[in-house]
């Protein structure tokens, strides 16, 4: 699992499994976002991300993501999400890229 800090506060991650969780917990991040949507291909349902996640103590939040397709609401939702859960937080997509990009116009809409 490739984690690449963003801030102090904020990690991105390529798609990760069930079987990453444990570490994820381990490393201290105390919450996950999935920006992966469970419609493309090679994502793991979010659900089944989701449910450990919660099963090991941390907060979830499911936005998905349209690769090439970031819109207003997702952008508001990250914001929210990052404003109400716990630090640090892992985002993960398919590579790392789009959650890279949501935080971007996150911390451009805050100023």
Not at 8 to 22: C, T
Not at 60 to 82: C, K, M
Not at 85 to 110: E, F
Request: proline share 5%.
């Amino acid at each position: 699992m490739e984690i690449r800090q963003i801030t102090e506060d904020y990690f991105v991650a390529p798609q990760i499994a069930v079987d990453d969780i444990a570490a994820i917990r381990e490393a201290g991040f105390r919450s996950v976002i999935s920006n992966r949507p469970d419609a493309e291909d090679g994502a793991v349902p979010h659900g089944e991300v989701e449910a450990a996640v919660r099963a090991a103590g941390l907060e979830f939040r499911y936005i998905p993501v349209v690769s090439g397709s970031l819109t207003q609401e997702n952008v508001d939702a990250q914001a929210r999400a990052l404003d109400e859960l716990p630090k640090p937080v892992l985002a993960y997509c398919r590579s790392g890229a789009r959650c890279t990009n949501l935080y971007m116009l996150v911390r451009q809409q805050n100023g």
